[in-house]
């Protein structure tokens, strides 16, 4: 059974562009949600979608959104880049929301840089 | 509000020694509480998970965890280490039966193993 899959899994931009990230869900997966890793803050959540609704957000501002397709498969775009949104970007998946235990399967992540 | 503390960021050994990674928790409710691992440039992985079955809980590559709810800890140990053992391991918490995909991350601890 494949894992999680997110692409790319590097990336450089420069401050003021715009980034799409791409998060393929196991398969069976409904619920996938996104989480940024910093040495500094740590793991913070983003957000989470369950059935193509966003049904949590984290503390961001608002040039961090998503979206979740009809297939489960998630995108997470980040809008006029900041040097401190140069972080690794990890997608999870779990079977459903509201499972019995709330285990998170995660990809490798996305790196970005911001220049 | 939920919270995870793992007490010190950083943590050696030698190999062949006791791995011991503490961990305090503060939830109102029951918890579900995990142990994740993660190795450099990859992402998370599950080691092992307190769902309330059992108090002493066993997980991937010879780690364990016991669930102390007077003490508020979840440390997770492991009897020998290994050079394999070096990497990142982050304690989590959950609020509900069904986690909304939003696990409360600790800052992670890392684990160095000297020959």
């Not at chain 1, 984290?58 to 979740?68: A, H, V, W, Y």
């Not at chain 2, 142990?35 to 998970?49: A, F, I, R, S």
Request: one cysteine or more.
């Amino acid at each position: 059974k494949a894992g999680v899959t997110q692409t790319p899994r590097y990336l450089i931009k420069t401050r003021g562009q715009q980034v799409t990230l791409s998060c393929s869900p196991i398969s069976g997966h409904r619920s996938v949600s996104w989480y940024q890793q910093t040495p500094g803050q740590g793991l913070q959540f983003l957000f989470e979608y369950f059935s193509e609704t966003q049904r949590n957000k984290g503390n961001f501002p608002g040039r961090f959104s998503g979206r979740q397709f009809s297939n489960s498969r998630s995108e997470m775009n980040v809008s006029t880049l900041e040097l401190g949104d140069s972080a690794l970007y990890l997608c999870a998946s779990s079977l459903v929301s509201g499972s019995d235990t709330g285990e998170l399967f995660f990809g490798e992540g996305s790196r970005l840089t911001v220049l | 509000a939920q919270s995870v503390t793992q007490l010190g960021s950083h943590v050696s050994v030698s190999e062949g020694a006791l791995v011991l990674l503490r961990c305090n928790y503060s939830s109102s409710v029951p918890p579900y509480l995990f142990w994740y691992v993660q190795y450099p440039n990859q992402g998370l992985q599950l080691l092992l998970k307190y769902t309330s079955a059992a108090t002493l809980v066993k997980g991937i590559n010879g780690f364990e965890a016991e669930f102390k709810k007077s003490e508020t800890s979840f440390h997770l140990t492991k009897p020998s280490a290994h050079m394999s053992d070096a990497a990142e391991y982050f304690c989590a918490v959950s609020d509900y039966g069904g986690s909304q995909g939003n696990l409360i991350f600790g800052k992670g601890t890392k684990l160095s193993v000297k020959p």
